[in-house]
């Protein structure tokens, strides 16, 4: 119902003016009404007899319109008046739409506004240098604050890393899609966006995993942590590495909000807690407490933040 509460000062200023126009027509109309009962009293008084009482009779029913034009919407503002003390919150757009409160509105807007610009031309000043550093000491400190804990809904955390694909492939690593298939299953995941809407999605993952994938999942939108964007299996090479198969085809590899976690080899930035979509430690915490390592701890030539991976890679 956030529709209802009024936050922007257009939608207060356009009920301003309908308030405006209410006022104007209660004052207006029965005054005009009034000075007809006048024209019809002098009438009266000139002459014509035999009408007289057709005359009292619209003399009447005029005073009595003034009277319902001035008096109805003099009490529906009371009582709009008297709900807003109440948690009825519509009636709060009725209260509220008034010159003060409007002209207050206006000077938050005005300096959020301000603060954004300077945020985003502080933003755009820095050097990729700058860039980097600040990324690294975002990592530095991810790394810091997270560890490998004791929380999973499964087996699958306790599994020591060099035994894991043995234990998702006894028969030996799938070479082809078809092979693939069998360890396969699609499971559904709410997800809630930066607004509050929810969707499901679907996301296809190792069998042998998705306990703990769905059991992240359900933490993260306890969290109300936003997610646009979800990749789980795609038969694929490595984007960083053409030679290299990546995880994402074993099924042990999810991409979360792939623009907001840009890896250093795509051209996206990666800001956590400035841009709600990407991750922050609390986050990449909650997958490594079931089980999963983190792409964007990685050192090397390459780091990658969106991917969260069962065998590390
Ligand atoms: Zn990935």
């Not at 000062?9 to 009034?34: F, W, Y």
């Not at 506004?113 to 860039?131: C, D, G, P």
């Not at 298939?181 to 809407?197: H, S």
Request: net charge positive; with cysteine.
């Amino acid at each position: 119902m956030e529709m209802f509460e009024c936050n922007s000062s257009g939608i207060l200023k356009i009920i301003n003016i309908l308030k405006d126009i209410i006022n104007i027509i209660k004052i207006a109309v029965p005054v005009i009404l009034i000075i007809l009962c006048m024209l019809e009293l002098t009438k009266m008084v000139v002459g014509d007899v035999d009408n007289q009482a057709g005359n009292k009779k619209k003399i009447f029913s005029k005073v009595l319109a003034a009277c319902v034009v001035f008096l109805v919407p003099t009490l529906v503002n009371m009582l709009i008046n008297y709900l807003s003390g109440t948690d009825i919150k519509s009636t709060n757009c009725w209260k509220n739409a008034n010159k003060e409160y409007i002209a207050k509105l206006e000077a938050e807007e005005k300096k959020l506004k301000e603060e954004i610009l300077f945020a985003e031309n502080t933003e755009r000043e820095k050097t990729y240098e700058q860039r980097k550093q600040e990324s690294l000491e975002i990592r530095k400190k991810i790394k810091a604050s997270s560890s490998i804990s004791t929380g999973a809904v499964g087996e699958i955390g306790g599994i020591p890393l060099n035994q894991r694909m043995n234990k998702l492939f006894p028969a030996g690593v799938p070479s082809t899609i078809a092979q693939m298939q069998p360890y396969l299953t699609t499971i559904k995941v709410n997800t809630i966006d930066k607004n509050g809407n929810e969707k499901e999605r679907s996301l296809t993952v190792h069998k042998y995993i998705a306990d703990e994938v769905k059991a992240v999942f359900d933490e993260l939108l306890a969290l109300k942590f936003p997610i646009n964007y979800l990749s789980g299996y795609t038969w694929r090479v490595m984007a960083s590495n053409s030679n290299s198969r990546s995880h994402h085809s074993y099924g042990v590899a999810i991409d979360i909000n792939a623009s907001s976690n840009a890896a250093t080899y795509t051209s996206g930035t990666y800001k956590p807690g400035i841009d709600p979509y990407a991750v922050t430690p609390e986050i990449v915490n909650i997958w490594k407490k079931h089980g999963f390592y983190w792409g964007g701890d990685w050192t090397g030539h390459y780091f990658d933040p969106m991917h969260f991976t069962y065998t590390n890679h």
